[in-house]
Nanobody
Framework: QVQLVESGGGLVQAGDSLRLSCAAS????????MGWFRQAPGKERSFVSC????????IYADSVKGRFTISRENAKNTGYLQMNNLKPEDTAVYFC???????????????WGQGTQVTVSS
């Protein structure tokens, strides 16, 4: 099994930046697509971004395209989500996840971190 731990969340002002990290253990993360999802209170968990095993392919939700950048360092078993120009609507718990496939659907992700809170004030 893959264990995932997110870090890097916090309280920031609109326009600020944060970098989230996702540290993996248990199995080499290079065998898995890594994804980021977020969930605000009362809302469904939604797709943010994902990156393929080698890092060649990436997908971004329209709401974050141009502001967020997903990356990974397989040698460190770590994934990242760089979030720039944060907006209040980005406020949510952010989860990293892993799957052997390449997908934007949370249903296809087998492993999940505990989540890290990102709060963006206006």
């Amino acid at each position: 099994q893959v264990q995932l731990v997110e870090s890097g969340g916090g309280l920031v002002q609109a326009g600020d930046s944060l970098r989230l990290s996702c540290a993996a253990s248990g199995r080499t993360i290079g065998s898995y697509t890594m994804g980021w999802f977020r969930q605000a209170p009362g809302k469904e968990r939604s797709f943010v971004s994902c990156i393929s095993q080698s890092g060649v392919s990436t997908i971004y939700a329209d709401s974050v395209k141009g502001r967020f950048t997903i990356s990974r360092e397989n040698a460190k078993n770590t994934g990242y989500l760089q979030m720039n120009n944060l907006k209040p609507e980005d406020t949510a718990v952010y989860f990293c996840a892993a799957t052997a496939s390449f997908s934007t659907s949370p249903a296809n992700y087998d492993y999940w971190g505990q989540g890290t809170q990102v709060t963006v004030s206006s």
